[in-house]
């Protein structure tokens, strides 16, 4: 039986080249080219763990490096990450986390 193709976690279009570990998580993602080659990464995976150190003024360097470089792979506004962030945070208060 034949494995089905991978397709990239982070655009969802291209095919994906292979799994790969997301930096600074202990999880793997599908990864295509493109989206290997701009260091772009899974959007609801950045947003969660930066909810998780409260908020991207909170992040080391590499990690606000990797969520831009995200941003701008998809055509995303940084406003619009900080937004699903805050959501994030009020999601996890309200469950107590």
Excluded at 82 to 89: G, T
């Amino acid at each position: 039986m034949a494995l089905p193709e991978l397709v990239c976690a982070v655009c969802n279009n291209e095919p994906a080249v292979g799994v790969a570990a997301i930096p600074g998580m202990p999880m793997s993602e599908a990864y295509g080219r493109k989206c290997l080659d701009a260091n772009a990464h899974p959007w609801w995976a950045l947003a969660l763990q930066t909810a998780c150190l409260g908020g991207l003024e909170h992040a080391a360097p590499w990690w606000r490096e990797m969520v831009e470089a995200t941003c701008t792979h998809l055509g995303r506004s940084l406003e619009e990450f900080n937004a699903e962030v805050a959501r994030d945070i009020a999601q996890m208060e309200a469950d107590g986390v």
